[in-house]
């Protein structure tokens, strides 16, 4: 609900020593977006400035194919931390190893990390942690993230977002807007790989991400008419029983 942080609706904006806020500045529509990290001027302390909203899930998730079930979310990275960026430029400071990262949120708590990053998590009924992305990146425009999320079938799952501060160098924070659960059509789904970014430093490949997910809106122009009225049939059938909490329903990412 209120994926676009319109309203001050949906959203839990969690106890921290710096908290989250919507702002007007930057957005990528509407009027607002939600700001994780520290804001221009602010006291440079070790702090996550999370959001989150809990999503319950039904068992049925576990029958999707790959690409039918999503999390997709735009964000907008300042990254002030001139050590790190220093250290990354020598190839000789990297993202926390996502095999080392905290896996409750009793660890992540008692956790000090060696530099600044923008993170989304998945946080289940227990408190244990699914990292779907960690990334320490300076890019000034919106860009578009899209993240599986049939592995929370069956589970009631907290999504976090938020912009971790270590409190030394600089500061460091994430404008999020425009995040929606998106059930989309699987044959665009499943023609369109979504890139890994393995080979960009600054960030982990927990997530599939699309700069521009129109050029992937291929037209099918030769397609049968009949089997693309079944198939839509056979999706708004299989909307219906799984009965998500979606703010947006597309039959394609667009």
């Known amino acids: 609900a209120n994926g676009g942080f319109e ?50 899930f039904p068992e049925a998730l576990t029958a999707l194919p790959p690409g039918y079930a999503k999390l997709s979310f735009w964000h907008y990275n300042v990254y002030g931390d001139p050590a790190a960026e ?36 998945g946080i289940y009924e227990d408190d244990t942690i699914d990292w779907l992305l960690v990334e320490r990146l300076d890019h000034h425009s919106f860009r578009n993230t899209v993240i599986d999320v049939r592995q929370f079938a069956d589970h009631q799952v907290r999504f976090q977002f938020g912009t971790y501060n270590n409190g030394l160098g600089g500061i460091s924070r994430t404008f999020v807007d425009d995040a929606s659960l998106v059930i989309a059509r699987g044959r665009d789904s499943d023609q369109h790989a979504y890139a890994h970014e393995d080979a960009d430093p600054n960030q982990h490949a927990y997530a599939h991400e699309d700069t521009d997910p129109k050029q992937h809106a291929h037209a099918h122009e030769d397609a049968d008419p009949d089997a693309d009225r079944q198939h839509d049939t056979g999706n708004t059938n299989l909307r219906q029983a799984l009965g998500l909490p979606v703010d947006v329903i597309l039959p394609v990412l667009q």
């Open 7 to 56: 309203e001050d609706t949906g959203w839990e904006i969690r106890s921290n020593p710096v908290l989250a806020a919507p702002v007007d500045v930057p957005v990528h529509a509407g009027s607002r977006s939600m700001r994780t990290g520290i804001p221009w001027g602010g006291a440079n302390v070790e702090s996550y400035s999370p959001i989150q909203q809990a999503v319950t």
């Open 86 to 121: 220093e250290g990354a430029a020598a190839g000789n400071i990297a993202l926390p190893d996502g095999a080392a990262l905290p896996r409750t949120l009793a660890e992540l708590d008692h956790t000090t990390f060696a530099n600044d990053f923008f993170y989304v998590i």
